[in-house]
């Protein structure tokens, strides 16, 4: 073949394929079988082995290709990630429409009934026909760049057909469907991997691996819901047409929205899907009601981070009655000790179920739930099950009332001891939870590793419920200072921690050493300091010292801070072991950040880095770099990972060529304008 031929045979198959993935896994429709499918991939994969040069990172061979990240950068969105306000019944969606009725001073529109999908909110930016970016929601005004797992999305387009936008994104929710959720944790039961607790979880999990192999072995899956941005106005001017649209375009649109013109046909889709939902294949919490008009969305613009213009209504929680086996008792983090109930496995909405959180032994008892009870049990939204209370006609004659201290009760010390460390347990005066009160309890210890390094927290990678149980039971890690202290040699001791592994993780802890304040505080593991508290702390201290010497009445002076998160904060700083963990912190060269004063984090382009090529036409590359300043950013003149934006001018370099393959998001000049000119 002469070297046009291969370019064009190579061509052809890309194309061949892509269409073929489009009808298999957008439109579930296949035209060819699964070794046919095969063979045209086998065909462009040794093409473009034996010509690697012909290579692009759009090729369909391309998907899982990208190197494992290192870390994660930070995606700004180009337009805010909404929220959606909450109904729970029809007087709060009528309540919702006569609010818009008046504000829009109009009934002159109609409205897209969709189904909300449980699962995780990402923004995918296309340039040129181009999927360039993909990013998490964030905290709505900034993302996560996972742009390496979403391309491993078989219902993503890499490419889009000529005539799309040159530059715009749309919205949607990477979900996991119910069955492909079961298999994965049937194959993590097999592996004595920790289970995920709902498909929501485990897609938000898939999507935060480093490495995108590992998010392409999960069966991950995508529904579009919106047109996000674009600098195309010559666009349908109704959301219905915009979905449509986009469906032209290639990307999935849940073929069960509707485009209903009355509140009571909005009732009507709401109810058929209470009853319909547990046979969808995959999971959802509620129908979203949108009004169609864009302009009319428009008029009605947003309050806070919700749109006035839509309305997540909720689904009640699902229930289904199964029988209650056990109650045991686990310790968490802070040494509580947590009732929570053996079920007879059982199917809720399409997901098996075989335990469910139980508060306290004065709930247990108040709702009269006993062992050997049938219970209702509940999943709703996101959280764990729940058990809600007994079926008193099925209770069998030897049902056991429950008590926490005859459940722990031990034998031999005549007293009821901790499961995990066999320490005398106790119950603080007006509280209603048991505790195990020895610090050292390894089930606390362990879990105070863990949370140390969550994402909230000193945000470690790599460093989850697994390596936490495997470092601490090797000896390697009994606190979490130790975590400072860990070398490669140590890493290599565990199974599947070699080398890249290695690597990273120490990388990130060396990372977290200069981690804002307010996630050191909420890091510590200090009882009710929760990451909100930990922030008031931190911008009224100023320093981890500072803290720990606040007396009583300094701490009770904030506003928000009472006597039980002050005793809790002397409490700990008390403790001699802790103070030693700081030391061994201090020591390790963990020097947070200061917080950032009020009023200085809110220049718009804060946090982001700019590198301009080509040429400009409205301004100076002096000009643009003094402008972008200005406005809170930073230029560079390399591409490097953490770049959040390449502007690309007329003739763009070769930095063209490095962001495409970093993934980094690139704008034109307009695009530029745009952000400069919207704050
Ligand atoms: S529209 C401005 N449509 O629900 C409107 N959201 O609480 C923003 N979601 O973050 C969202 N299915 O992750 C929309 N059909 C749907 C949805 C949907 C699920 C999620 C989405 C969003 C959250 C809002």
């Not at 959802?284 to 309305?311: C, F, M």
């Not at 508290?533 to 010292?545: E, I, N, Q």
């Not at 928000?560 to 700990?572: C, R, V």
Request: proline share 5%; net charge neutral; with cysteine.
């Amino acid at each position: 073949m002469s070297r046009e031929e291969i370019i064009s045979e190579i061509e052809r198959l890309r194309s061949e394929i892509n269409r073929h993935n489009y009808l298999y896994y957008v439109l579930d429709s296949p035209e060819i079988s699964d070794g046919e499918y095969d063979s045209l991939m086998q065909r462009l994969l040794k093409l473009e082995a034996e010509h690697p040069e012909l290579v692009t990172p759009d090729s369909p061979t391309q998907r899982v290709g990208a190197a494992p990240l290192e870390s994660f950068s930070t995606v700004k969105h180009p337009v805010p990630m909404l929220s959606l306000s909450n109904a729970f019944d029809e007087s709060d969606v009528e309540g919702w429409y006569n609010r818009i009725v008046k504000l829009a001073a109009s009934n002159e529109f109609d409205f897209v009934c969709e189904l909300k999908m449980d699962g995780i909110a990402v923004a995918l930016t296309y340039e040129n026909g181009k999927l360039v970016t993909g990013a998490t929601r964030g905290d709505g005004l900034y993302g996560e760049n996972i742009t390496h797992n979403l391309r491993t999305i078989r219902s993503i387009p890499l490419t889009l057909p000529p005539g799309a936008p040159s530059y715009f994104e749309v919205r949607g929710e990477v979900y996991i469907a119910k069955k492909g959720f079961e298999a994965l944790n049937n194959y993590r039961s097999s592996k004595g991997l920790p289970l995920f607790a709902n498909p929501r979880n485990a897609a938000a999990g898939s999507l935060r691996q480093l490495d995108p192999r590992l998010a392409a072995a999960r069966p991950l899956d995508i529904y579009i819901y919106m047109l996000g941005y674009t600098l195309d106005d010559a666009l349908p001017t109704s959301h219905w047409e915009r979905l449509q649209y986009l469906k032209d375009l290639g990307f999935k649109i849940n073929p069960n929205n509707r485009r209903v013109s009355s509140i009571d046909e909005v009732k009507d889709y709401h109810s058929y899907w209470v009853k319909e939902r547990q046979n969808l294949p995959y999971e959802v919490d509620g129908a979203v009601v949108k009004i169609n008009q864009i302009k009319v969305q428009q008029k009605l613009g947003s309050i806070g981070r919700e749109p006035r213009w839509a309305v997540a209504w909720k689904f009640p929680a699902i229930q289904a009655t199964t029988r209650l086996k056990e109650i045991k008792v686990s310790v968490g983090r802070t040494g509580t000790l947590n009732p929570y109930a053996l079920l007879e496995q059982v199917k809720i909405g399409g997901v098996t179920v075989k335990q469910a959180t139980l508060h306290n032994e004065e709930d247990i008892n108040r709702k009269d739930i006993r062992e050997g009870d049938t219970v209702i049990v509940q999943r709703a939204g996101d959280v764990i099950p729940q058990v809600v209370g007994p079926v008193l006609s099925k209770r069998p004659a030897d049902a056991k009332v429950f008590s926490l201290e005859q459940k722990l009760f031990n034998a031999q010390k005549q007293a009821p001891v901790c499961p995990e460390c066999g320490s005398y347990i106790v119950k603080p005066k007006g509280e209603v939870m048991y505790y195990c009160p020895d610090a050292t309890c390894p089930a606390q210890a362990r879990q105070r590793i863990e949370h140390f390094a969550s994402r909230d927290a000193m945000d470690i990678q790599g460093i989850g419920e697994q390596l936490s149980v495997s470092l601490f039971g090797k000896g390697l890690v009994k606190d979490f200072a130790d975590l400072y202290y860990l070398t490669e040699a140590d890493l290599f001791k565990l199974e599947n921690t070699k080398d890249k592994k290695a690597k990273n993780i120490l990388d990130s802890i060396e990372a977290s050493k200069q981690k804002p304040l307010e996630r050191l505080i909420f890091a510590l593991g200090i009882k009710h300091v929760g990451i909100e508290t930990a922030t008031l702390l931190a911008g009224h201290f100023k320093t981890l010292d500072r803290l720990m010497s606040a007396t009583s009445e300094e701490l009770t002076a904030i506003n928000e801070i009472g006597p039980k998160i002050a005793d809790s904060i002397l409490a700990f700083y008390k403790n001699e072991s802790n103070r030693h963990i700081i030391q061994k912190l201090y020591h390790a060269g963990v020097v947070p950040s200061q917080p950032v004063e009020k009023g200085q984090e809110t220049k718009p382009l804060s946090g982001l880095e700019f590198v301009i090529t080509g040429k400009l036409n409205n301004f100076s590359r002096d000009e643009a770099e003094k402008r972008i300043k200005e406005m809170g950013g930073s230029t560079k003149s390399d591409i490097t990972r953490k770049t959040s934006y390449l502007v690309t001018g007329a003739e763009p370099g070769s930095k063209l060529e490095k962001a495409r393959r970093l993934g980094i998001r690139q704008i034109d000049e307009q695009g530029l304008l745009e952000l400069l000119g919207r704050h």
